[in-house]
């Protein structure tokens, strides 16, 4: 008995030796990024943001309650659509627009043309979101075009680390184009470990904004966490706002939903366009402090005074606990009860803010499939 017992134990060990090897190895690889450099520390070290080594939401966020989340995980939502949504092939000409031209490529993926530049928010054009494919949310459907076959971007926005929101090849690819990053502190590093010159990259902190040609950038606050290798806070959350001379949109990033939206509106509203998540949530308080319900996606947009709701962050991978088709929904009836204009274009399908763009329920069939089941 006392030989097996050992023998297990030694097994146990090897084991969890083993794991923790290879644990180790797969942490080092570049898809998880780097860490900061000092310059990147100091700018940490005096945010507002940060302490204790990591950086905070202020008021600090409930805590997830695990039990609701395991039994709503164990529930019958129809999370994975019956098939691909239907996709249009945006036409992208050579030159860029004097308004707004914006095209959804799924999740928080946004390709924006504003007043002569071309704008990129969260650039996830890969298939899977997380190295280790074998545990990676995969995309339900392909993005319209590929990143190879977009035209140089100027700029790019990130609002955080997450592997859904920040994809190293995509990163890759239109860095070796030209574009220029607008980063939280700390995520300088993972760009520059893959590639991206300093040069391309505008670290920055909540409330500070950088000119780019007759552009200005604001890095906003956003209610959420970070960090590529675990959920330890070592970089900085946030949302964007870009102005040009003529117009002003707003990117949230993932965002529970807090006082920030208003702060943000009274001192840039109205905003001609909120891009805006309204997916991935799920039930308990503690989600949906990082992770706001659609009602309050609709409420976001109206304390930041956009002008239009262009929805982002549903439909594109399987990350919460509700069915696929709640979030449009949801988005389109409280849009309709608050009175906040929206529009539902379908992913690779181009809105020019402005003009009378006529919505259609195009995942209704889809939906309807899914409830049969």
């Known amino acids: ?60 966020v409930v805590d997830y309650d695990w039990m609701v989340n395991l039994r709503d995980m164990r529930g019958n939502q129809q999370r994975v659509p019956p098939g691909p949504f239907p996709i249009d092939t945006p036409e992208i000409s050579d030159s860029v627009v004097t308004g707004i031209r914006a095209t959804w490529f799924g999740h928080a993926t946004v390709y924006i043309e504003m007043d002569g530049k071309r704008i990129m928010t969260d ?15 995969e995309r339900f459907n392909p993005t319209p075009l590929q990143a190879e076959e977009l ?16 994809d190293m090849r995509s990163v890759q690819l239109l860095g070796e184009k030209g574009a220029h990053f607008f980063v939280g502190i700390g995520i300088k590093a993972h760009l520059v470990k893959w590639g991206i010159a300093e040069k391309q990259i505008s670290e920055m902190d ?30 900085l959350w946030s949302s964007w706002l870009i102005e040009s001379p003529n117009h002003t949109i707003f990117h949230s990033g993932d965002s529970g939903y807090a006082s920030h939206f208003k702060e943000i509106g009274a001192q840039f509203g109205p905003i ?54 709640e979030p449009i929904n949801l988005a389109v009836a409280y849009s309709q009860k608050e009175n906040v204009s929206l529009v539902t274009p379908k992913i690779g399908q181009t809105i020019l803010y402005g003009d009378t763009f006529q919505n259609e329920q195009w995942w209704k069939e889809l939906e309807a499939i899914s409830k049969k089941r």
């Open 1 to 60: 008995m006392k030989r097996v017992l050992k023998i297990s134990l030694l097994v146990i060990l090897v084991l969890g030796v083993v794991l923790y090897v290879t644990a180790r190895i797969i942490l080092a690889g570049d898809e998880f990024g780097g860490k900061m450099d000092e310059l990147s520390q100091h700018k940490a070290n005096v945010s507002p943001q940060y302490a204790d080594h990591h950086f905070q939401n202020t008021p600090a």
């Open 123 to 137: 650039p996830m054009l890969s298939q899977y979101a997380f190295p280790i494919k074998i545990v990676a949310p």
């Open 151 to 166: 035209p140089a971007i100027d700029m790019v926005t990130i609002s955080h680390d997450h592997f859904d929101h920040l």
């Open 206 to 235: 909540w409330w500070e904004s950088v000119k780019f040609d007759d552009f200005i950038i604001h890095c906003t606050p956003a209610r959420h966490y970070s960090g590529r290798t675990g959920m330890n806070n070592s970089t």
């Open 272 to 325: 001609d366009v909120g891009f805006i998540k309204i997916g991935d949530y799920g039930l308990d308080l503690g989600w949906r402090d990082i992770h706001m319900h659609t009602e309050k996606s609709v409420q976001a947009a109206k304390d930041i005074g956009a002008r239009l709701l262009f929805p982002i962050h549903w439909g594109t991978f399987n990350l919460s606990n509700h069915d696929w088709y």
